[in-house]
């Protein structure tokens, strides 16, 4: 049976599970918080499964059963059976819970085999397996290169953000969901894999070779005029720590930009370590599972005092989109961008009979002020697109930092 790693209390997704409620928000399998293959869908919201609260706790198919199940969720108990039935007949039970899942319009749910999982493991440590591409499904159901890790070996091969990929090994990626891309982008360090682009109607293959790539959740850089600003790309382990470091070490009299643009989610632990840098206790969100309502709460001691704008846009998911609802409704923050991504759903994980692991919704998170942010996304005080940074560091101004 698949070994579920433990995790601090209130680990969600990418989640963990293991006996015992843990709680995660974040990207489904394939994937990873860090997401160096980048595996969220803009176009459609079906990627790779976007951040969501995970409740996790994992559940036999009969505890599982008792409880109400709402509609857009699987049945449990019908998942665990057809990955048992299939198994017995030398099938893939991954494929059978799969198709229970689609076939149920849990738009979230994902199941992992053990190898999957594994993976997904080194990803909430901000560390992957891969060539370094974000990708997106465009209109049309096209697959674009988003982002190029620096030093990746695909930015190495000259890969670029625009790019059309259109197969890899072979396998035809037009039509296919983020997470599955992904998928077939993910593999065994040092293993070769032949990428199929177009660029301005010329087509080109490169055969790229997977490493083992990392990414700095957190960064910190110093304005003109006193702020300071923490660039938070996910939610992996550490990263909530990280925040807090950086706001300790800002100069006194500062001003901060919380940058969460583009940032997926990850870890609730770590997001609410990191809402508790700028808050002195207190309510960070609420979510439910099955009906049974629970609280995350801040860790007293932030800071309070200095002035701070949450910069946010459509890509802020999930754990994200939890710290600029809990320091936007408590009048903390001011966010500054775009409408966030709206993920605000509640996994939990089942391991099945055959070893592989089903993540299916049960529920919602809500900010203190009690929006539920799924399919909505948390609405910016001051819209601001281009020149968003801009925008705030005037915001900040008239909060008296600077000269």
């Not at 620096?150 to 990929?165: E, H, Q, T």
């Amino acid at each position: 049976m698949l070994g579920l790693p433990s995790v601090p209390a209130f680990c969600l997704r990418p989640r963990d599970l293991r006996r015992g409620a843990v709680l995660t928000l974040a990207f489904i399998a394939a994937v990873g918080a860090a997401a160096g293959t980048g595996c969220w869908d803009r176009a459609d919201a079906l990627g790779a499964g976007g951040g969501g609260l995970t409740a996790a706790a994992t559940q036999t198919p009969a505890a599982a059963s008792e409880a109400p199940r709402e509609s857009g969720t699987a049945d449990r108990e019908a998942v665990a059976r057809a990955a048992a039935e299939a198994a017995a007949e030398g099938k893939s039970g991954k494929k059978a819970a799969q198709e229970v899942v689609s076939r149920s319009g849990d738009r979230w749910g994902m199941v992992y085999d053990q190898g999957e999982y594994a993976a997904f493991t080194d990803d909430l440590d901000g560390r992957w397996t891969g060539v370094g591409l974000w990708t997106e499904r465009r209109q049309g159901g096209r697959i674009d290169v988003d982002k190029v890790q620096p030093g990746s070996p695909a930015a190495r091969a000259g890969l670029r953000a625009g790019d059309r990929l259109l197969s890899i090994d072979g396998n035809a990626v037009t039509g296919l969901r983020v997470c599955d891309v992904v998928a077939l982008l993910r593999g065994e360090a040092g293993t070769p894999v032949v990428l199929h682009l177009t660029r301005d109607g010329v087509d080109r293959t490169e055969t790229l070779r997977r490493e083992q790539l990392r990414a700095e959740p957190v960064t910190v850089r110093e304005l003109p005029g006193g702020i300071t600003v923490i660039k938070v790309a996910s939610f992996t382990r550490g990263s909530g720590e990280q925040v807090r470091a950086a706001v300790r070490a800002a100069p006194a009299g500062a001003g901060f930009l919380l940058d969460l643009r583009g940032n997926p989610g990850g870890l609730v632990t770590e997001a609410v370590t990191a809402a508790s840098a700028f808050l002195d206790g207190g309510l960070v969100a609420t979510y439910d599972v099955r009906g049974t309502q629970r609280a995350l709460y801040a860790s007293p001691g932030g800071d309070t005092a200095r002035p701070l704008v949450a910069l946010v846009d459509g890509g802020t998911m999930s754990a994200a989109e939890l710290v600029t609802g809990a320091l936007q409704d408590r009048g903390r923050a001011v966010a500054v961008g775009t409408r966030t991504f709206g993920k605000g759903s509640v996994q939990m994980p089942t391991q099945l009979p055959d070893g592989s692991v089903a993540e299916l919704t049960v529920g919602t998170y809500r900010t203190p002020a009690g929006r539920s942010l799924d399919g909505g996304g948390i609405t910016p005080d001051l819209a601001a697109a281009d020149g968003a940074e801009e925008r705030a560091r005037t915001v900040l101004g008239g909060l008296g930092v600077g000269p």
